[in-house]
């Protein structure tokens, strides 16, 4: 084979400069929004409370996921086309480079990580609900809010182990080939097709219940309408 890469044409996310451009800017930007929130807090001398501690691990794991970004396209994982040896003959699916290699390991790692983050900040804004909404702790609307967290922690395990054990105990496969991938962990596809469909709707879900608690609030029209929209501006 003359040429020693697979030149194949890519879409605007799956260059190496969009792909450090999300990495840094939504790192930072997470970064400004959880510094601004703490400090916020203790300007106004305000205790910190669960919703603000679970913006902590939230971050942490936010920025692993931008470390993962920035150290893929540093490694020509991420964002690069793949590279073929001169001499190589065989099969596709059976060629494993370095290259290969660690963009299946850091895709792996990454799939449990954004789990974890996701699950943090689901959790972040249902304690902030329940510190806001649920003065009476034996109200329904505390319990609907408690049995929702326990509905988070629970999405937030199952899919981390999941995402963990996706190739079993079949944890070479993680670096092997697309074949051993393919054959060692067959649900991969529709891990993340469930990962992503179950997060949407529970997005929408904690999104949207406040409406209903805003509108029993003693405010005019005008205020709720305000009030309803500060909290669906989370939704971007």
């Not at 996310?13 to 959880?34: E, K, N, S």
């Not at 480079?97 to 943090?120: E, K, R």
């Not at 304690?127 to 609307?141: D, K, L, M, Q």
């Not at 097709?193 to 405010?219: E, F, H, M």
Request: hydrophobic share 50%; charged share 15%; glycine share 6%.
């Amino acid at each position: 084979m003359a040429d020693s890469e697979v030149h194949l044409k890519q879409e605007y996310y799956q260059t190496a400069g969009h792909a450090l451009a999300a990495a840094i800017v939504l790192g930072l930007l997470d970064i400004i929004a959880v510094s601004s929130r703490l400090h916020g807090r203790r300007k106004h001398k305000q205790k910190l409370m669960m919703d603000d501690w679970l913006m902590l691990p939230g971050l942490v794991f936010t920025l692993g996921i931008a470390v993962i970004i920035v150290f893929g396209v540093s490694r020509e994982a991420f964002g690069s086309p793949t590279k073929i040896p001169p001499d190589f003959d065989g099969n596709l699916l059976e060629l494993k480079t370095d290259q290969l290699t660690t963009s299946m390991t850091l895709q792996y790692t990454y799939s449990a990580v954004i789990v974890a983050a996701l699950g943090c900040t689901k959790a972040s804004f249902l304690c902030f609900y329940r510190r806001i909404f649920a003065v009476n702790r034996s109200s329904g609307t505390n319990i609907v809010l408690f049995g929702m967290l326990g509905f988070v922690a629970l999405w937030t395990v199952a899919f981390c182990l999941t995402c963990v054990f996706q190739c079993r105990l079949n944890f070479w496969a993680i670096r092997g080939s697309s074949m051993d991938l393919e054959t060692q962990c067959p649900h991969t596809m529709m891990i993340d097709i469930s990962v992503c469909a179950s997060d949407l709707a529970a997005d929408i879900l904690i999104l949207l219940i406040p409406i209903p608690l805003i509108w029993r609030l003693n405010l005019s029209r005008n205020r709720k309408i305000g009030v309803s929209a500060v909290f669906l501006l989370g939704g971007w």
